[in-house]
């Protein structure tokens, strides 16, 4: 088997490690102005976005590593 002979099932580009689906998702999810590079304000919506709620998650978190008998209340 060659060097470049990589099983490609997963459609990988092995210069730059991206996959299919991580093009399609950069290009319609994180580059919204479709420049092809990421801005500031398009890597904080990306790192931070707005449809997850830390407070909520930290919390269930916080509830779920004190409860000794694991009866789950989630908020």
Same mark, same amino acid.
């Given at each position: 088997m060659a060097a470049n002979d990589e099983d490609d099932d997963d459609d990988e580009d092995t210069e730059t490690g991206w996959t299919a689906e991580d093009e399609e998702e950069?290009?319609?999810e994180l580059d919204k102005n479709g420049d092809g590079?990421? @801005?500031k304000d398009e890597i904080y919506h990306w790192l931070v976005p707005n @449809?997850? @709620?830390h407070i909520v998650d930290e919390s269930n978190h916080l509830f779920a590593e004190a409860d000794d008998d694991k009866v789950s209340t989630s908020f």
């Amino acid at each position: 088997m060659a060097a470049n002979d990589e099983d490609d099932d997963d459609d990988e580009d092995t210069e730059t490690g991206w996959t299919a689906e991580d093009e399609e998702e950069f290009r319609t999810e994180l580059d919204k102005n479709g420049d092809g590079v990421l @801005d500031k304000d398009e890597i904080y919506h990306w790192l931070v976005p707005n @449809d997850y @709620d830390h407070i909520v998650d930290e919390s269930n978190h916080l509830f779920a590593e004190a409860d000794d008998d694991k009866v789950s209340t989630s908020f």
